[in-house]
């Protein structure tokens, strides 16, 4: 891997493990005073409880089977040798597992609640039928997450050239991420998981829920802004947010009058992510080189990526060659 996308890849392994693993073990110690002695963990076909464990065993269990199957990922092969970002399964098999735990563990909680006697906890089929088709849509997007860093590193590893030879279609990418902003997307993330887990669990009551939205609107305005790629072919400039590569923007070259490399700082722009006004709009990812846009009417957009001087150069290469 890229010493960036290493780096964001040990972010996101590492909250995410150890965010499930403080989590399977936090939430039946949490209830424990709601709790039987010996909680039911295993359940018949017709739901009702044929199996038990006493607390520590339930809460440290689902744990280290989380624990091992993490390390049996990371420390594989195929992990070491793959290339500028997560491979999809990777990162599928973590979302899925990751969630298919938290939701068992949950339902288990729930069903044993204020329970006298493990023979008589309620059933777990809505949870886990729940937790399943959550797993699935987790694990499925994660893939296509890791699907399009992986597209884009290896278009950005492709180099570019800075002039447009006439009658050869050239292209150029470039990305930008920080893995502070990632790590911050983790946390507030991981904090509106455990919310949502208490009242799965039935510790708190449904309004509760509330209190995790301002953590997840968080964690996706961040993520969405902790990588940045742009693309520049004879068409023009687009530039795209996030792990999915949306929302993307985009600039026909008829409408940029011209393009260079700027360094610009978070103190000059107002801060990180999408900055209006002082110099124009900037997104910025990292300090350091921008590809700078002005448009035709007077406007500028700053981005910062990797290789500016390249997408600048394409850009305005493709705009003389417009107007020969």
């Known amino acids: 891997m890229s010493g960036q996308a290493r780096r964001n890849a040990v972010v996101w392994v590492a909250g995410w493990g150890i965010g499930v693993l403080v989590l399977l073990v936090a939430l039946p110690l949490a209830a424990s005073s709601r709790l039987p002695d010996r909680i039911a963990t295993h359940w018949r076909g017709s739901g009702r409880p044929d199996g038990s464990m006493p607390l520590w065993a339930a809460a440290l269990f689902p744990a280290l089977i989380w624990g091992v199957s993490a390390l049996v990922v990371v ?44 023979h008589t906890a309620g059933s777990v089929t809505t949870g886990v039928a729940g937790t399943l088709l959550v797993a699935t849509v987790v694990g499925t997007a994660g893939a296509a997450a890791a699907h399009r860093a992986r597209a884009g590193a290896r278009s950005a590893a492709a180099g570019s050239t800075p002039g447009l030879p006439a009658g050869e279609r050239v292209s150029w990418s470039g990305r930008a991420s920080n893995s502070w902003l990632h790590a911050l997307a983790v ?138």
Do not use: M
Request: proline residues 5%.
């Open 187 to 324: 946390l507030t993330g991981l904090l509106g998981i455990t919310v949502v887990l208490s009242v799965l669990a039935g510790l708190t009551g449904p309004p509760f829920l509330v209190a995790a939205a301002p953590f997840a609107l968080a964690s996706v305005l961040v993520l969405g802004f902790s990588t940045v790629r742009a693309r520049v072919d004879e068409t023009g400039l687009a530039v795209a947010f996030g792990p999915f590569a949306r929302p993307t923007r985009r600039w026909a070259v008829e409408d940029i009058a011209s393009a260079r490399v700027e360094h610009r700082r978070p103190g000059q722009v107002g801060g990180w992510g999408y900055r209006l006004g002082g110099p124009g709009t900037t997104v910025l990812v990292r300090g350091g080189e921008c590809l700078v846009i002005q448009d035709s009417k007077g406007g500028e957009f700053a981005v910062s990526v990797d290789g500016a001087e390249h997408g600048a150069a394409l850009l305005n290469s493709s705009r003389a060659r417009q107007n020969a």
């Open 75 to 118: 420390l594989s092969p195929r992990w070491a040798g793959a290339g500028d970002a997560v491979p999809g399964w990777t990162v599928a098999g973590l979302g899925f597992g990751g969630v298919t735990l938290l939701g068992g563990q949950a339902s288990a909680v729930r069903a044993n609640l204020d329970h006298g006697d493990r």
